[in-house]
């Protein structure tokens, strides 16, 4: 008997996912293992390869889950934090980054695609493509705030700035600047201040 081609879209699929997911974010997804998400999902392992087809491309559904969940939620705030009668590339960077900070406070174990990256970079896994994928969002966030705001080398100030974010992300994560996202807002503003 063929085996039926994956269905994420049903409701032990998403019981699976979102039960993945609280699992790979705390505790790694090497040190998850498909038994565990069964049984706390409440399924049987057939269920969850009948859904996914394999636990590399249940990785992948929770990074591309996560990030559409980061985008969503980092769009909506920065969009309601408007321009405040400006439109100075400056003051949305700052504001952008303010919400980064935001994000890290309520999830301690850091960017879940430098920790999933750690675990999975450098294979075939599927998941990197989602992770690369993130990873290019938000340079192109910093980039169109720039390029929107005028500046003339957007592209340039855009990659500075989103170096400034990764960086601050890993300090604040591992406690090695508690500070980090001050310093990096504090570093966009000198980078980004005009000429003379």
Not at 37 to 62: H, M
Not at 104 to 112: D, F, L, V, Y
Request: with cysteine; net charge neutral; hydrophobic share 45%.
């Amino acid at each position: 008997m063929p085996r039926r081609s994956p269905n994420p879209h049903t409701p032990a699929g998403e019981k699976i996912l979102t039960t993945a997911a609280d699992l790979f974010y705390h505790r790694g997804i090497r040190g998850v293992g498909v038994d565990l998400i069964a049984d706390q999902a409440g399924v049987t392992k057939k269920t969850l390869y009948d859904r996914f087809g394999s636990k590399d491309a249940l990785v992948a559904a929770y990074l591309t889950r996560r990030h559409e969940r980061w985008a969503t939620w980092f769009g909506e705030r920065l969009a309601a934090r408007g321009t405040a009668g400006s439109a100075r590339g400056v003051d949305r960077v700052v504001a952008a980054l303010e919400l980064a900070e935001e994000w890290a406070q309520e999830n301690e174990r850091g960017c879940a695609f430098v920790n999933a990256h750690g675990e999975i970079g450098g294979s075939e896994h599927p998941g990197n493509a989602v992770i690369l994928a993130d990873k290019l969002y938000m340079l192109g966030v910093f980039t169109d705030l720039l390029r929107d705001a005028g500046h003339p080398d957007a592209e340039e100030a855009g990659a500075q700035v989103h170096l400034l974010y990764e960086g601050a992300m890993v300090a604040y994560t591992t406690r090695a600047q508690p500070n980090a996202f001050a310093a990096a807002r504090a570093a966009a503003r000198a980078l980004l201040a005009p000429a003379g």
